[in-house]
T-cell receptor, first 112, second 114 residues
Framework: DAKTTQPNSMESNEEEPVHLPCNHS???????IHWYRQLPSQGPEYVIH???SNVNNRMASLAIAEDRKSSTLILHRATLRDAAVYYC?????????????FGKGTLLTVNP | DTAVSQTPKYLVTQMGNDKSIKCEQN?????MYWYKQDSKKFLKIMFS???????INETVPNRFSPKSPDKAHLNLHINSLELGDSAVYFC?????????????FGPGTRLTVT
């Protein structure tokens, strides 16, 4: 699986936007970019995924660079409930695509 | 309505014992998984079953034996428990294993081996 690099931690203030970066310079053309998050003492939770175009859903937006070597998860207005570890994961459309390979993720702290 | 449920939530046991963790999903998914999250918080896939058939076994000691009686259940049995087995175990499910579908995780089972 292609590797992703994320900052270990980030801090934000409540009700402000948060931009969580992810580098994936070795991404292949068939890799999808997935984001999951894990709230304290809970299982991981799907956030969003995309291939080439930017994506929006009720939780967040995903901005994908034109060369696809990086992406940014955008939380438009952070709340205290968004404090979690955020994982950026690449999933290939071929091969053993069933599993999620988690890295260290980014620990997001939201200040009131 | 719980989508993916696990029992028990906490499990404390002694070395050498045998224990089981149960997982059930009511989402109608075909694929189920077991992940292990160790003390350093790394999450790693252990097994995956698709329609009751094992499709992923990630170099897990054979003391760990998953069993899928039907596609809604995937249980994890662990023989001869060791201290290093202490971790949080997460069950997950997804529709027929494709790269675009999200996985739904259970709340986890915290296993402590003393």
């Amino acid at each position: 699986d292609a590797k992703t690099t994320q900052p270990n931690s980030m801090e934000s203030n409540e009700e402000e936007p948060v931009h969580l970066p992810c580098n994936h310079s070795t991404i292949s053309g068939t890799d999808y970019i997935h984001w999951y998050r894990q709230l304290p003492s809970q299982g991981p939770e799907y956030v969003i995924h995309g291939l080439t175009s930017n994506v929006n859903n009720r939780m967040a937006s995903l901005a994908i660079a034109e060369d696809r070597k990086s992406s940014t998860l955008i939380l438009h207005r952070a709340t205290l409930r968004d404090a979690a570890v955020y994982y950026c994961i690449l999933r290939n459309s071929g091969g053993s695509n069933y599993k999620l390979t988690f890295g260290k993720g980014t620990l997001l702290t939201v200040n009131p | 309505d719980t989508a993916v449920s696990q029992t028990p939530k906490y499990l404390v046991t002694q070395m050498g014992n045998d224990k089981s963790i149960k997982c059930e999903q009511n989402l109608g998914h075909d694929t189920m998984y077991w992940y292990k999250q160790d003390s350093k918080k790394f999450l790693k896939i252990m097994f995956s079953y698709n329609n009751k058939e094992l499709i992923i076994n990630e170099t897990v000691p054979n003391r760990f034996s998953p069993k899928s009686p039907d596609k809604a259940h995937l249980n994890l049995h662990i023989n001869s428990l060791e201290l290093g087995d202490s971790a949080v175990y997460f069950c997950a499910s997804s529709p027929l294993g494709t790269y675009t579908y999200e996985q739904y995780f259970g709340p986890g089972t915290r296993l402590t081996v003393t």
